[in-house]
């Protein structure tokens, strides 16, 4: 319902802005095979999201249920980012599988401030390392932090590993009351980046393993025992204005 009324928002803000040349929209369609929150599981099915994403000054970003500030020069081997992103579990907006929610869906909205720094290099700064950092703001307000670095593979095609660390009470939020302070996750990636879509697209898919890091976590009441995650994500955005 959140995103719905994000989507009736912008619609009915578009004509006001469309004109500005400060203004990029950008439409992307979003298919994954399940669906997790840093691990936990919150939709097992097939889903789809269609919605368009907004930067105004090349800088500033509208995107999902968050604002961020993005500084990242092309000619710079260094970028960061500063925002802030909301969280729920709530049912997607279209899936493959009617189903109603359950106590995978039972988290109150959250808010984030995150920020981010990323160090690219290595031929055509292919390479990577990044940390980002998330301070919630109106649920349980405390600290989650990911570390991780990517490196490329054969022509559009690379690899990630991620590193998560979070507080007790983030991980209560995310997986449980009984959850303990901890590793959050280890995440390995692998991503394919086509982009020669029709009509100037990209298509960013990737495969994705996830193991939820304390014992006590993966078995924790929003987890019960579905720690490890293994998904399929396919993203296409095109350029529309």
């Known amino acids: 319902?959140?995103?719905?009324?994000?989507?009736?928002?912008?619609?009915?803000?578009?004509?006001?802005?469309?004109?500005?040349?400060?203004?990029?929209?950008?439409?992307?369609?979003?298919?994954?095979?399940?669906?997790?929150?840093?691990?936990?599981?919150?939709?097992?099915?097939?889903?789809?999201?269609?919605?368009?994403?907004f930067t105004l000054f090349e800088?500033?970003?509208?995107?999902?249920?968050?604002?961020?500030?993005?500084?990242?020069?092309?000619?710079?081997?260094?970028?960061?980012?500063?925002?802030?992103?909301?969280?729920?579990?709530?049912?997607?907006?279209?899936?493959?599988k009617d189903k109603d929610e359950d106590y995978r869906n039972q988290r109150n909205f959250a808010l984030e401030l995150a920020s981010s720094v990323k160090y690219k290099f290595g031929e055509k700064k292919k390479h990577?390392?990044?940390?980002?950092?998330?301070?919630?703001?109106?649920?349980?307000?405390s600290l989650f932090c990911e570390f991780s670095f990517g490196l490329?593979?054969?022509?559009?095609?690379?690899?990630?590993?991620?590193?998560?660390?979070?507080?007790?009470?983030?991980?209560?939020?995310?997986?449980?009351?009984?959850?303990?302070?901890?590793?959050?996750?280890h995440q390995l990636s692998l991503k394919v980046v086509l982009p020669f879509l029709p009509w100037g697209g990209v298509l960013i898919n990737n495969l994705s393993k996830l193991w939820i890091g304390e014992k006590e976590n993966r078995h924790a009441e929003l987890v019960r025992g579905q720690g490890d995650t293994l998904s399929f994500s396919s993203f296409a955005t095109w350029k529309v204005y």
Do not use: C
Request: proline share 6%; aromatic share 16%.
């Open 1 to 53: 319902m959140k995103q719905f009324l994000y989507l009736v928002l912008v619609s009915f803000l578009l004509p006001y802005i469309s004109w500005a040349k400060n203004l990029d929209i950008d439409l992307g369609v979003f298919f994954r095979t399940r669906t997790h929150l840093r691990g936990a599981p919150t939709w097992n099915y097939p889903t789809l999201m269609i919605g368009p994403s």
């Open 59 to 96: 800088h500033y970003k509208i995107r999902g249920p968050g604002v961020v500030y993005e500084n990242s020069p092309k000619d710079s081997q260094l970028s960061w980012s500063l925002g802030l992103h909301g969280i729920d579990d709530d049912k997607p907006w279209f899936t493959f």
């Open 128 to 141: 990577f390392v990044e940390t980002k950092i998330y301070r919630e703001l109106i649920e349980y307000q």
């Open 152 to 185: 490329p593979l054969l022509p559009f095609t690379s690899t990630e590993y991620a590193l998560a660390i979070g507080e007790k009470d983030t991980h209560q939020y995310l997986y449980g009351t009984s959850a303990v302070s901890g590793i959050s996750y």
